[in-house]
């Protein structure tokens, strides 16, 4: 296990391209359904108090704002801070996801950073391809 977690840090270029990939593809579905699913039940608590055209673009809004706090705090500020807090345990508790999702991005992984290399030529930190 040990071996697996210094293999990963091996290609830190790889490793974050990775876990950006994973953040974004939970945020967006996250965001989407989130905001669809909490929407209507917005839109029905607003419309007990007020009357208008503005109530389900508002409960959209607000359902917006608390799914991405949500997402911002239970997917990125309380992991954070738990690997922070405990490096090494989270490192050999995860590395196995982290290897079973650097093998399956690997191919959208080295086209992103061949993009990257490809409009910003004098970035070298992702020579990693």
């Known amino acids: 296990m040990r ?13 974050i391209t990775v ?17 669809s699913a909490l929407s209507p039940y917005i839109a029905e608590i607003l419309s007990r108090s007020f009357v208008g055209d503005w109530i389900e673009p508002t409960a959209s809004t607000i359902a917006f704002v608390l ?9 990125d500020l ?12 989270v490192a050999l508790r995860v590395v ?14 080295v086209f992103l950073i061949r993009l990257l ?5 004098l970035i070298s930190y992702f020579h990693c391809a």
């Open 3 to 15: 071996a697996q977690v210094l293999k990963l840090q091996e290609h830190p270029g790889r490793f």
């Open 78 to 89: 309380i992991p954070k801070r738990i690997a922070i807090t405990y490096p090494e345990m």
């Open 117 to 121: 290399m490809y409009f910003f030529p």
């Open 19 to 35: 876990v950006q990939i994973g953040l974004n593809m939970v945020a967006i579905l996250g965001g989407g359904i989130g905001e």
């Open 67 to 75: 799914v991405t706090c949500f997402f911002i705090l239970f997917a």
């Open 96 to 109: 196995g996801i982290m290897n079973f999702s650097m093998f399956v991005f690997k191919p959208l992984v």
